[in-house]
């Protein structure tokens, strides 16, 4: 069984702070990451994805991942309400095998408050 | 630009009825998939496709089929629909470029069945 786990949350920070999502999974040959963003009655929509151990930063969003301990977050830095949503983490075992799929964890609802 | 559609953005069915949703991408995408979303079960992989004429089962494949006629077109098929089948269904597609590989998703089709 494939687990990719996510603290429910809801996570709630004040505007302006720094909003941490944490994803854990279970299967050590997990070659790549990525974090969905999911805005009520949306459908998710890819923002960050990660390969390699360390951190990657786009904008406002960081990656870390640390593949010894089975350990991918996001980092919303100076969040903002629009933020608010749920974040979705997903983990593919085998990057570029022909079915291609997306193990997914069950999200983190996360609430930005001005 | 990635560009996923999916037939309805609602549907209302009847216990019993055959239901059909249709999911399209015009890039030439190999692979598909169909989940459905419900609240505090986080997404869960219905079928996927990958080549024209091929699927493969996911997670919970009871009560469903497909239909992969044509490379752009994947079809999830609800044969006799029951009311356990109410869901938010969102069909994806796999996108290759610039060093990743990931999953596109449409708009979503919001099912009732009653």
């Known amino acids: 069984q494939k687990e990719v786990e996510q603290n429910s949350g809801p996570l709630s920070v004040p505007e302006g702070a720094i909003a941490s999502l944490n994803c854990t999974y279970s299967?050590?040959?997990?070659?790549?990451f990525f974090w969905y963003r999911q805005y009520s009655g949306k459908s998710p929509e890819l923002i960050m994805f990660?390969?390699?151990?360390g951190d990657k930063e786009d904008g406002r969003f960081t990656a870390q991942l640390n593949k010894a301990s089975q350990y991918v977050s996001l980092l919303i830095r100076d969040s903002q309400p629009s933020d608010s949503a749920t974040y979705l983490c997903a983990v593919n075992l085998d990057r570029g095998s022909t079915l291609g799929r997306l193990y997914f964890g069950r999200g983190t609802q996360l609430t930005v408050w001005p | 630009d990635v560009k996923v559609t999916q037939s309805s953005r609602y549907l209302v069915k009847r216990t019993g009825e055959k239901v059909f949703l249709e999911c399209v991408q015009d890039m030439d995408h190999e692979n598909m998939f169909w989940y459905r979303q419900d609240p505090g079960l986080g997404l869960r992989l219905i079928y996927f496709s990958y080549d024209v004429k091929m699927k493969e089962k996911g997670d919970i494949p009871e009560g469903y089929s497909v239909s992969r006629e044509k490379k752009e077109r994947f079809s999830l098929i609800l044969e006799s629909a029951s009311t356990n089948q109410t869901s938010m269904y969102l069909c994806?597609?796999?996108?290759?470029?610039?060093?990743?590989?990931?999953?596109?998703f449409g708009p979503g089709t919001r099912l009732t069945v009653l």
């Open positions: 299967d050590r040959g997990s070659q790549s």
């Open positions: 994806a597609s796999r996108v290759r470029s610039g060093g990743t590989d990931t999953q596109y």
């Open positions: 990660i390969y390699s151990n």
